[in-house]
Structures are given as structure tokens and as C-alpha cells.
């Protein structure tokens, strides 16, 4: 016989989940989000989601702005043929903040190509005018993923460089880490930073970008990083523009081709 202790125990296990599922129907019903952690990092209730070190990532998108002129996803690429180009990044469900680092891949050369350097024509405050890029790594990317060869194992994408243009040797990458940026929403995407470069890229050189962010837990240790879709690489297949000469200077050049003839003429005849 069951005693009288016993049948008046409560439920408590249940009792505490009934009570918790309530706080969170309520919680939805009022316009809030729930969480819950779902191992990789932690999805919300309005459908957010979270990257795998517990921080909100966003796919990030090339564009070209200014004197470029626009260039279109191809579901391929976003190319352009203008060397060197102005550009940016957007991002999805922006204006998302982190640390911004722009990735360029040239085709590899023995030794590598001088390293880009960006202008910034609107950027963060404290943010230098200029950045002079790094090489990432002493030997070119061939194989895999990009965002292993440059250690961003959280990032998403992850950029599997079967999705870029086959060139020999691979791609040398050079990289600069512009600091603290947001980066707008596609209809915005002019408000945030805007960048050239002050040499033209090799041909068939693409631009990405890496948004960086500070984990909002304690679940996984770690930096998660928003990647660019392989769809909005910034490609720039064009050759790199060649500078036409002004009035002036070829009113110069066909001067001393004058003179050359005639000191040509002169000679033969002496």
C-alpha cells in the first residue's frame, strides 16, 4: 500500500518542464525568441541562425560601385572587367558588425605578384585610408577550402576552390584585416565601406571577404566568421586597364619621333 507521503509527492520533473514550456509559449506569443542550444551553436526562435561558435554569421556578397560598372551574380561568380575595380561587401539580414578581412586570389606566380593595396573611400572612424595586403601563406591555395587554408574553420562558406576559375599552380592570397565594419544590407550596401586598389590585380583574380564575430556565449570557444557565397566572388576578368596617353603627351611623343627621323636622314647622308 502506497503511503501517504508518497501519493502526495509532486511531479517535480514534470511539473518544472510544463512550467518552462508555458514561459516559453509565452514568451513567442509575445514577440520574443527562445533559444536552445543545438550543438553547433544556438538557433532562435524567429529562425535566425547562429554559427557553430555561438555567434550570429551572415553570408556576405560582392558589388561594384562608383566608376565600375555594376556587375551581376551569375550564380557562378560576380564578375567585372574593370582593372582595377571599386568595390564592396553586403550582408545578408545586415547591417551585421565585425572584424572585416578582404581576401584577394591571384593566379600564382614565382615570385608572387606585389601585394594589392586597398584605398578605403568610406569606411569605419579610425580606420586608416589605406591597407597594404599581406601574403597570407608562403605557398599558393591548390586544394580544399579556403576558409581551411587561411584557418577560419568556422567560417560559412567555406569556399571550395572548385568553385573558382582552374588556373595553374593555383592562387597565391593576400590578405588585410581592415578592423571593426559593418556592412549593410543589399539595399544599403553603399552605405558601408567602399574600397579600390591603387594597381590593377592580375586576370582572373577574385576578391572575398571574412566578417568576423565575438561569440554572444559561452557554449564553444572561438570566433565565428560570415564568408562570402562562391556565386559572390568579386571576379575580375578583365586585364588590367592600360592608361591613354593625354593630348599633351603625344604631342611630346611625335616630337621626338620628328626629330629622330631627322637625325636619321641627316646621317645617311653625311
Same mark, same amino acid.
Given at each position: 500500500?502506497?503511503?501517504?507521503? #508518497?501519493?502526495?509527492? @509532486?511531479?517535480?520533473?514534470?511539473?518544472?518542464?510544463?512550467?518552462?514550456?508555458?514561459?516559453?509559449?509565452?514568451?513567442?506569443?509575445?514577440? %520574443?525568441?527562445?533559444?536552445?542550444?543545438?550543438?553547433? %551553436?544556438?538557433?532562435?526562435?524567429?529562425?535566425?541562425?547562429?554559427?557553430?561558435?555561438g555567434s550570429k554569421t551572415s553570408t556576405l556578397h560582392s558589388f561594384c560601385a562608383g566608376s565600375t560598372p555594376a556587375c551581376t551574380d551569375n550564380g557562378i561568380n560576380t564578375p567585372t572587367t574593370t582593372n582595377p575595380p571599386e568595390f564592396g561587401f553586403w550582408a545578408s539580414g545586415g547591417p551585421t558588425s565585425g572584424d572585416l578581412i578582404l581576401a584577394f586570389?591571384?593566379?600564382?606566380? #614565382?615570385?608572387?605578384? &606585389?601585394?594589392?593595396?586597398?584605398?578605403?573611400?568610406?569606411?569605419?572612424? %579610425?580606420?586608416?585610408?589605406?591597407?597594404?595586403?599581406?601574403?597570407?601563406?608562403?605557398?599558393?591555395?591548390?586544394?580544399?577550402?579556403?576558409?581551411?587554408?587561411?584557418?577560419?574553420?568556422?567560417?560559412?562558406?567555406?569556399?571550395?576552390?572548385? &568553385?573558382?576559375?582552374?588556373?595553374?599552380?593555383?592562387?597565391?592570397?593576400?590578405?588585410?584585416?581592415?578592423?571593426?565594419?559593418?556592412?549593410?544590407?543589399?539595399?544599403?550596401? #553603399?552605405?558601408?565601406?567602399?574600397?579600390?586598389?591603387?594597381?590593377?590585380?592580375?586576370?582572373?583574380?577574385?576578391?572575398?571577404?571574412?566578417?568576423?564575430?565575438?561569440?554572444?556565449?559561452?557554449?564553444?570557444?572561438?570566433?565565428?566568421?560570415?564568408?562570402?557565397?562562391?556565386?559572390?566572388?568579386?571576379?575580375?576578368?578583365?586585364?588590367?586597364? #592600360?592608361?591613354?596617353?593625354? @593630348?599633351?603627351? +603625344?604631342?611630346?611623343?611625335?616630337?621626338?619621333?620628328?626629330? +629622330?627621323?631627322?637625325?636619321?636622314?641627316?646621317?645617311?647622308?653625311?
Amino acid at each position: 500500500m502506497m503511503s501517504s507521503s #508518497t501519493r502526495s509527492r @509532486p511531479a517535480r520533473p514534470l511539473a518544472t518542464a510544463l512550467l518552462a514550456g508555458a514561459a516559453a509559449l509565452a514568451l513567442l506569443a509575445s514577440g %520574443g525568441t527562445a533559444q536552445a542550444h543545438n550543438g553547433n %551553436g544556438w538557433n532562435w526562435g524567429q529562425g535566425q541562425q547562429w554559427g557553430q561558435q555561438g555567434s550570429k554569421t551572415s553570408t556576405l556578397h560582392s558589388f561594384c560601385a562608383g566608376s565600375t560598372p555594376a556587375c551581376t551574380d551569375n550564380g557562378i561568380n560576380t564578375p567585372t572587367t574593370t582593372n582595377p575595380p571599386e568595390f564592396g561587401f553586403w550582408a545578408s539580414g545586415g547591417p551585421t558588425s565585425g572584424d572585416l578581412i578582404l581576401a584577394f586570389l591571384t593566379p600564382e606566380t #614565382t615570385p608572387p605578384s &606585389a601585394a594589392p593595396t586597398i584605398g578605403i573611400t568610406q569606411a569605419a572612424k %579610425g580606420t586608416p585610408s589605406s591597407v597594404t595586403t599581406t601574403l597570407a601563406k608562403p605557398f599558393a591555395w591548390t586544394s580544399g577550402y579556403l576558409a581551411s587554408y587561411l584557418g577560419y574553420a568556422s567560417a560559412k562558406p567555406k569556399n571550395k576552390i572548385t &568553385a573558382f576559375k582552374s588556373v595553374p599552380g593555383g592562387y597565391d592570397v593576400y590578405v588585410a584585416d581592415l578592423g571593426s565594419q559593418t556592412l549593410q544590407s543589399a539595399a544599403q550596401a #553603399t552605405n558601408g565601406p567602399l574600397f579600390t586598389l591603387t594597381a590593377a590585380l592580375p586576370e582572373y583574380s577574385y576578391a572575398v571577404a571574412f566578417l568576423a564575430s565575438t561569440p554572444l556565449s559561452n557554449c564553444q570557444s572561438g570566433t565565428a566568421y560570415g564568408a562570402t557565397a562562391n556565386s559572390a566572388a568579386l571576379y575580375i576578368d578583365g586585364k588590367p586597364s #592600360t592608361p591613354v596617353p593625354e @593630348p599633351g603627351s +603625344l604631342a611630346l611623343l611625335g616630337t621626338a619621333l620628328a626629330v +629622330l627621323g631627322l637625325a636619321a636622314r641627316r646621317k645617311r647622308r653625311a
